[in-house]
């Protein structure tokens, strides 16, 4: 496998359901992210993790919960989920955060369908 | 803080026309500026990025983005488009120096017309 990589590529849930989302880079990158795309809706950053620290958390509902083991892997566990929260995550890469040049590599993303 | 602005969040045109989508951004400090493509259903995709370098850069599929610091623009063009450019674009700016997150603009979509 080369870039990111999402698994899975598309999910269906319901309201009461846990699920999570993975992802896995390879890259050697050491900062991850994790963005909501819904439709009509800009491009919306979740959660940034940087040498797998926490840096960002952009006042995303409870209902997430991220979670970035080594530098290669990151997670979005989902649980009580709404019907909005329906759209495309995608996750993405870069070598690092410092100075802000480096540009982003982003996986396929998972199409969640909240029931 | 920094900002970025696509004017027209979709732009039309013809099999073999010039494609011009415009990108505005304001930023404290000087900026890192990138175009990003994404084709249905899949992520996003580098097209180019200006690090302050040349102040035109070429990228791929033929596109090129000229940084214009007296106007904070960074517009993408490419001399003739082709069907398999229909995809949305996508500019972010992220502030040089220290540790930034890109900021990324709405989007615009490229429908090209056979």
């Known amino acids: 496998e080369t870039g990111v990589t999402q698994t899975p590529r598309h999910l269906v849930m319901g309201m009461t359901n846990k699920k999570s989302l993975k992802c896995e880079q390879h890259l050697g990158h050491n900062a991850m992210y994790w963005y909501k795309q819904s439709a009509k809706k800009p491009l919306e950053l979740m959660f940034v993790?940087?040498?797998?620290?926490?840096?960002e958390n952009n006042s995303v509902p409870s209902r997430f919960s991220p979670e970035c083991p080594n530098s290669s892997h990151l997670f979005l566990h989902l649980h009580t989920l709404q019907p909005e929260d329906s759209a495309l995550y995608l996750c993405?890469?870069?070598?690092?955060?410092?100075?802000?040049?480096?540009?982003?590599?982003f996986g396929p993303g998972t199409r969640l369908t909240v029931t | 803080a920094q900002s970025v602005t696509q004017l027209g969040s979709h732009v039309s045109v013809s099999e073999g026309a010039l494609v011009l989508l415009r990108c505005n951004y304001s930023s404290s400090v000087p900026p890192y500026l990138f175009w990003y493509v994404q084709y249905p259903n899949q992520g996003l995709q580098l097209l180019l990025k200006y690090t302050s370098a040349a102040t035109l850069v070429k990228g791929i599929n033929g596109f090129e983005a000229e940084f214009k610091k007296s106007e904070t623009s960074f517009h993408l063009t490419k001399p003739s488009a082709h069907m398999s450019d229909a995809a949305e674009y996508f500019c972010a700016v992220s502030p040089s120096g220290g540790s930034y997150i890109p900021t990324f603009g709405r989007g615009t979509s490229l429908i090209v017309h056979p």
């Open positions: 993405a890469s870069s070598q690092d955060l410092a100075g802000g040049q480096y540009e982003q590599y």
């Open positions: 993790y940087s040498l797998e620290e926490r840096v």
